[in-house]
Nanobody, 113 residues
Framework: QVQLVESGGGLVQPGGSLRLSCASI????????AGWFRQAPGRQRELVAT???????TYTDSVKGRFTISTDNAKKTMYLEMKSLKPEDSAIYYC???????WGQGTQVTVSS
C-alpha cells in the first residue's frame, strides 16, 4: 500500500467549484491507474472518475462535463476539479489506486445553500 492524502474539500453553494487533491509519497500515479470514489450517508460507495497512466479519463455519467480528473506526476498528485456542483454531489471523496489497494482518508464535500 501507498499512503495517499486528500485535501480540498469543504462547503460550497450549488453551482460552485472545488478542486480536490490527492498527494502520494511514492511515484504511484505514473505507474498505475488511479481514481476517485465518493460515499454519501446511506448510499453505496460510487466510482466517480479514473485516470490511466496514459492520462485517459473515465467518468460516471452524473459528473460528465462537470468534473475533470488529472495527475501531475512531478508533484506526485492527482486532482479532481469539480464545477457546477449540485447538492447530490455531497459526499466523502476518497482517492484510490486499486492495483496497490491504497486509499486516502477521505475529504468531505458539502454542497448546500
Amino acid at each position: 500500500q501507498v499512503q495517499l492524502v486528500e485535501s480540498g474539500g469543504g462547503l460550497v453553494q450549488p453551482g460552485g467549484s472545488l478542486r480536490l487533491s490527492c498527494a502520494s509519497i511514492g511515484d504511484i500515479f505514473s505507474k498505475y491507474t488511479a481514481g476517485w470514489f465518493r460515499q454519501a450517508p446511506g448510499r453505496q460507495r460510487e466510482l466517480v472518475a479514473t485516470i490511466s497512466i496514459g492520462g485517459n479519463p473515465t467518468y460516471t455519467d452524473s459528473v460528465k462535463g462537470r468534473f475533470t480528473i488529472s495527475t501531475d506526476n512531478a508533484k506526485k498528485t492527482m486532482y479532481l476539479e469539480m464545477k457546477s456542483l449540485k447538492p447530490e454531489d455531497s459526499a466523502i471523496y476518497y482517492c484510490m489506486v486499486p492495483a496497490t489497494d491504497s486509499w486516502g482518508q477521505g475529504t468531505q464535500v458539502t454542497v448546500s445553500s
